[in-house]
């Protein structure tokens, strides 16, 4: 263990006898140690060391052991803190317990159980570390994993979820089935203050009062113990109500009281359990207009709706479905156990000229089938499912205007692709296409993509200036 990685412990005792012994005792033991006989100055302590471990005494001038664990809990609350004392009785014990004390030691107490004591504190923290550490990785990891896209309305949502997900307000999160709102719930959780509480999510089409709590279980009155409640479950985390449109109206009644009150009434004597949950609720439909047409309250509405985020349907943000399918298929090999495979270009040109009225759900499983279909390492038109080749809208369509609906498509999506590998060099990519640099040309100014060499090219040149730039660094002069 390097000096960086040694754990530091806070010493408090009005003793200075005691405080020295086990400042050795800890010392022989590996431990960066910090040693005060003045209890007012622990929140400063804690603030600028940051300890692991706080080891102190329970009756002292100034602040006793209770108000230096409250202070604890408030400024470091991953900070185990180890009770001492001469005046040990059940009732301090039971007290310091329940405001959150690690363990309790009695004067005098040997060596050992000081060191056995701090090293069980010390491993509490450590895990809690890697467990801060672990869930950092996953936040941080979670919108390139699961909430894929670039679209600017996307990325928007990205950021509204950021600024809001450590605050405590309800959420309503409405858009078409299958665009993605339970994700962005999740993310609102797991940025959120309670990602280490439980998330619960509700499917309000089968919500009934038993799970609700507003009425006593069956069996309750025979001396059965009594399941808890969604609510209480959920208790000092999120829960997710969703499809919340299909709510009744009595049903509607009983959520906004438990909403309003923030406690449940429960069990055979009907005793109140109070509550601390987020609510975050989702609807595939638009609920003010439910509410215009009366059939959502307009009270719970506005419960509901503190903060509101609308997730557009695929058909309007088809730039990502390029992401979405990588993303996708790149999820095969672990998943299904398939080999890694590609889009052909005739195949994502479909793809993109299908509306999805499914959504990102629809998209994922016509490519997890399309890729289970195909013995190819390349997707073909012929892997598509027919809902997507014949429900494109060119059924309306002479050959003719369907065909170049699909080369228009083609030819945008082939050539996006060759200026982007290229920086926007017309001579490269003519080139590498097997065509003039002035037919190519041509094409670029009839399918409207000139503007695209221009910003390619802008970010080739400053691309190669800052490559030429970095390799003269440490070049003499």
Same mark, same amino acid.
């Given at each position: ?29 590996n431990y960066d140690c910090i040693t005060t006989a003045n209890s007012l100055e622990v929140p400063d302590l804690l603030r600028e060391k940051r300890p692991w ?123 078409e089935t299958g665009t993605g709102k339970e994700l962005a719930a999740r993310a609102i959780h797991l940025y959120s203050k309670r990602a280490e509480k439980p ?87 638009? &609920? ?6 009366? #059939?959502?309250?307009? !009270? ?7 903060? /509101? +985020? $609308? ?15 990588d993303h996708f298929l790149r999820q095969m090999p672990g998943k299904n156990g398939l080999p890694l495979k590609v889009l052909h270009p005739d195949a994502l ?63 945008? &999506? ?6 982007? #590998?290229?920086?926007? !060099? ?7 296409? /097997? +065509? $003039? ?41």
């Open positions: 263990m390097t000096n960086a990685e040694k754990p530091t412990i806070l010493l408090v005792d009005d003793e200075r006898d005691l405080l020295e012994s086990c400042l050795r005792i800890l010392e022989g033991e471990v706080v080891v102190t005494d329970f009756l002292m001038p100034g602040k006793n052991g209770l108000e230096i664990l409250v202070d604890a809990n408030r400024i470091s609350p991953r900070t185990p803190v180890i009770m001492i004392s001469a005046y040990a009785t059940v009732e301090r014990v039971v007290e310091a317990v329940k405001v959150g004390a690690f363990d309790y030691l009695t004067k005098p107490f040997s060596s050992d159980q000081l060191v056995i004591t701090v090293r069980r504190a010390v491993e509490r923290y450590r895990l809690g570390m890697e467990n801060d550490e672990l869930r950092k990785k996953l936040r941080d990891e979670f919108f390139s994993s699961f909430f894929v896209g670039k679209h600017p309305r996307f990325i928007s949502i990205q950021e509204q979820i950021y600024r809001i997900a450590p605050t405590q307000s309800s959420v309503l999160i409405q858009g998330f619960i999510v509700v499917d309000c089409s089968t919500l009934s009062e038993e799970m609700l709590g507003t009425a006593p279980f069956e069996g309750a009155d025979a001396g059965k113990p009594r399941a808890r409640s969604l609510f209480e479950a959920a208790n000092g985390g999120t829960i997710y109500l969703e499809q919340v449109e299909d709510l009744d109206m009595a049903m509607q009644a009983r959520l906004l009281r438990i909403l309003q009150d923030r406690r449940v009434q429960q069990g055979s004597e009907w005793q109140w359990t109070p509550l601390d949950i987020r609510v975050i609720a989702s609807s595939a439909v638009n &609920l003010q207009d439910a509410v215009y047409q009366k #059939k959502f309250r307009e !009270n719970l509405y506005y419960c509901l709706n503190v903060i /509101g +985020i $609308t997730i557009p349907p695929l058909r309007d943000r088809k730039e990502d479905i390029t992401m979405l399918c040109a479909r793809l993109m000229a299908y509306d999805w009225p499914g959504n990102v759900r629809e998209l994922r499983n016509v490519i997890e089938r399309a890729a289970s279909m195909s013995d190819e390492k390349t997707i073909m038109t012929k892997h598509l499912q027919d809902e997507v080749l014949n429900a494109d809208g060119t059924g309306n369509l002479t050959f003719r205007e369907a065909r170049k609906l699909y080369l228009d498509k083609f030819e945008k &999506l082939y050539l996006e692709k060759l200026l982007l #590998k290229n920086n926007g !060099n017309i001579s490269r990519a003519s080139e590498h296409a /097997g +065509i $003039t640099r002035m037919s190519f040309y041509r094409i670029l100014k009839r399918i409207g993509l000139v503007k695209d060499v221009e910003w390619h090219r802008a970010g080739g040149e400053r691309r190669q200036k800052r490559d030429e730039e970095e390799g003269n660094k440490g070049r003499p002069q």
